[in-house]
């Protein structure tokens, strides 16, 4: 027979709790964890004392606790994402005097065979919708918005408002920069600004498609137009993109002898497949991009002039990512939070030399290639910290040789940056009295902290 004595109740009551089939968590008003059962505890790495008074959001990756706590609403059996698995979460308020001052949280998952299948099950689903989700984009539409297109230095700032001054109307676009820069991205969120967001974005990679193909690929044929045509004849992207836009990726790369055929369609606003006598009209909005020089490739008579006049109506330059370093941050921090949102994981912190590094760098393959980076070092971290080791040796070897090839402007930023840090930590943060002491004017100084990342 059980006495009452409250602490054996306690004990007895964990005990019940800490071996209970799911996993429990308790919050108070503001979403503050004050309870959570020990094999919750170790599925999240956590210590079940270290957890508790840290707001929920800190503790469990896509929580809606807090907002439990703040709706008052049972939730129940709701599908939440935890380090790279498909949960069951039912959340219910706890009430007290009719007022809500809490919540309990319960997570269903156990390693049982069971579940393991119908997580595999969950995962097939989704994969297969996202396949087809993509599979519907390339045919049809626009991944990106503009709302995207992450950066905050000046140059960043400029595009973005370019983008939004020229997305309506019809003239061709031409988006300059090397490769990886965010081309095709702004090519997208021009679409989706346009009113033709409504009809087809339809791409096509002049560097890719054989040059025999070109032509059927872009105009499309008509039944019998060649041995093994399809019956029926087949559309090419600029039908597919009638009422939208065609984006014509790496234009400098276009076969000369579709240069001036491409030119015609422009000119005339009409195609005619191959294989057919009749032209047919189009209304087709035409974005390229190119990371060649086409100037050059005007000289060398490789690219003709009247197409290059004809594509580059209204033109926007991107900056390659080393020339805006102010958005290397913004652009892996955004990585990271995406990246982690797909995968599961938690990265809480990342060293101040993976940073420097970072800034250092020169970046060859511009915004692609970090965001290579942080997936890799997300995927081979071991913890919840991003190190200079979570990089796989190629690419801490990149780093580092870079790091040995600083140019003078960049000891020089190095430096600016660390007299500010230092005189920002002395003077508590005060602008004007750091300002004064640097003898430069707050303005300046703003800048330099947004520049740096201060
Ligand atoms: N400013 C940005 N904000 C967020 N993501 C970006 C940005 N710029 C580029 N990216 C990402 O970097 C990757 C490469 O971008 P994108 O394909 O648009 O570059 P590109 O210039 O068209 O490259 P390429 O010339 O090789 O075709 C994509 O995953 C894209 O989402």
């Given at each position: 027979?059980?006495?009452?004595?409250?602490?054996?109740?306690?004990?007895?009551?964990?005990?019940?709790?800490?071996?209970?089939?799911?996993?429990?968590?308790?919050?108070?008003?503001?979403?503050?964890?004050?309870?959570?059962?020990?094999?919750?505890?170790?599925?999240?790495?956590?210590?079940?004392?270290?957890?508790?008074?840290?707001?929920?959001?800190?503790?469990?990756?896509?929580?809606?606790?807090?907002?439990?706590?703040?709706q008052g609403k049972v939730e129940i059996a709701d599908l939440q994402f935890i380090r790279g698995n498909y949960m069951i979460a039912n959340r219910i308020p706890i009430l007290h005097e009719g007022k809500v001052i809490g919540a309990v949280g319960t997570v269903i998952f156990r390693d049982t065979e069971q579940?393991?299948?119908?997580?595999?099950?969950?995962?097939?689903?989704?994969?297969?919708?996202?396949?087809?989700?993509?599979?519907?984009?390339?045919?049809?539409?626009?991944?990106?918005?503009?709302?995207?297109?992450?950066?905050?230095?000046?140059?960043?700032?400029?595009?973005?408002?370019?983008?939004?001054?020229?997305?309506?109307?019809?003239?061709?676009?031409?988006?300059?920069?090397?490769?990886?820069?965010?081309?095709?991205?702004?090519?997208?969120?021009?679409?989706?600004?346009?009113?033709?967001?409504?009809?087809?974005?339809?791409?096509?990679?002049?560097?890719?498609?054989?040059?025999?193909?070109?032509?059927?690929?872009?105009?499309?044929?008509?039944?019998?137009?060649?041995?093994?045509?399809?019956?029926?004849?087949?559309?090419?992207?600029?039908?597919?993109?009638?009422?939208?836009?065609?984006?014509?990726?790496?234009?400098?790369?276009?076969?000369?002898?579709?240069?001036?055929?491409?030119?015609?369609?422009?000119?005339?606003?009409?195609?005619?497949?191959v294989g057919s006598l009749n032209s047919q009209k189009v209304n087709v909005r035409v974005i390229a991009a190119t990371n060649r020089p086409l100037e050059q490739l005007i000289e060398n008579n490789k690219f003709r002039e009247d197409l290059f006049y004809r594509i580059n109506v209204l033109q926007i330059q991107?900056?390659?990512?080393?020339?805006?370093?102010?958005?290397?941050?913004?652009?892996?921090?955004?990585?990271?939070?995406?990246?982690?949102?797909?995968?599961?994981?938690?990265?809480?912190?990342?060293?101040?030399?993976?940073?420097?590094?970072?800034?250092?760098?020169?970046?060859?393959?511009?915004?692609?290639?970090?965001?290579?980076?942080?997936?890799?070092?997300?995927?081979?971290?071991?913890?919840?910290?991003?190190s200079l080791d979570a990089f796989p040796d190629f690419l801490r070897e990149k780093l580092k040789v870079h790091e040995a090839q600083k140019s003078l402007k960049d000891y020089v930023h190095e430096t600016e940056k660390k007299v500010i840090s230092s005189y920002l930590k002395k003077m508590d943060g005060d602008?004007?009295?750091?300002?004064?002491?640097?003898?430069?004017?707050?303005?300046?100084?703003?800048?330099?902290?947004?520049?740096?990342?201060?």
């Amino acid at each position: 027979m059980l006495n009452n004595d409250p602490l054996l109740k306690h004990n007895i009551l964990e005990t019940i709790i800490d071996s209970a089939y799911e996993w429990i968590v308790v919050v108070d008003h503001e979403g503050i964890v004050q309870y959570m059962n020990k094999t919750y505890c170790e599925f999240l790495g956590e210590n079940p004392r270290e957890v508790i008074g840290k707001h929920v959001t800190n503790v469990i990756e896509n929580t809606r606790m807090h907002k439990a706590v703040l709706q008052g609403k049972v939730e129940i059996a709701d599908l939440q994402f935890i380090r790279g698995n498909y949960m069951i979460a039912n959340r219910i308020p706890i009430l007290h005097e009719g007022k809500v001052i809490g919540a309990v949280g319960t997570v269903i998952f156990r390693d049982t065979e069971q579940w393991k299948k119908m997580n595999s099950h969950i995962k097939a689903l989704l994969h297969e919708l996202d396949f087809y989700k993509k599979e519907w984009h390339e045919i049809n539409g626009a991944t990106y918005t503009l709302n995207d297109f992450i950066g905050i230095s000046r140059e960043a700032e400029k595009i973005k408002d370019r983008v939004k001054n020229i997305a309506s109307g019809d003239l061709s676009v031409l988006i300059r920069g090397e490769s990886g820069t965010g081309k095709e991205l702004l090519a997208h969120s021009i679409h989706q600004l346009s009113e033709r967001s409504a009809k087809p974005f339809i791409k096509i990679n002049c560097g890719a498609v054989p040059e025999h193909l070109f032509e059927s690929e872009l105009f499309g044929y008509s039944e019998g137009a060649f041995t093994g045509a399809k019956r029926g004849g087949k559309p090419g992207k600029f039908q597919l993109a009638d009422g939208g836009t065609l984006f014509l990726d790496e234009i400098g790369d276009l076969p000369q002898n579709m240069q001036i055929k491409l030119l015609r369609v422009l000119q005339e606003k009409e195609v005619e497949p191959v294989g057919s006598l009749n032209s047919q009209k189009v209304n087709v909005r035409v974005i390229a991009a190119t990371n060649r020089p086409l100037e050059q490739l005007i000289e060398n008579n490789k690219f003709r002039e009247d197409l290059f006049y004809r594509i580059n109506v209204l033109q926007i330059q991107i900056p390659p990512l080393r020339e805006r370093k102010e958005d290397i941050w913004p652009l892996a921090e955004s990585f990271i939070r995406s990246n982690c949102r797909e995968t599961g994981k938690r990265i809480v912190k990342i060293d101040d030399d993976v940073k420097e590094a970072f800034l250092q760098y020169t970046w060859p393959g511009n915004t692609r290639e970090l965001k290579n980076f942080v997936e890799a070092a997300i995927q081979l971290t071991q913890s919840d910290q991003i190190s200079l080791d979570a990089f796989p040796d190629f690419l801490r070897e990149k780093l580092k040789v870079h790091e040995a090839q600083k140019s003078l402007k960049d000891y020089v930023h190095e430096t600016e940056k660390k007299v500010i840090s230092s005189y920002l930590k002395k003077m508590d943060g005060d602008i004007k009295a750091v300002a004064n002491a640097l003898g430069i004017g707050k303005t300046n100084l703003y800048d330099k902290i947004k520049k740096y990342n201060i």
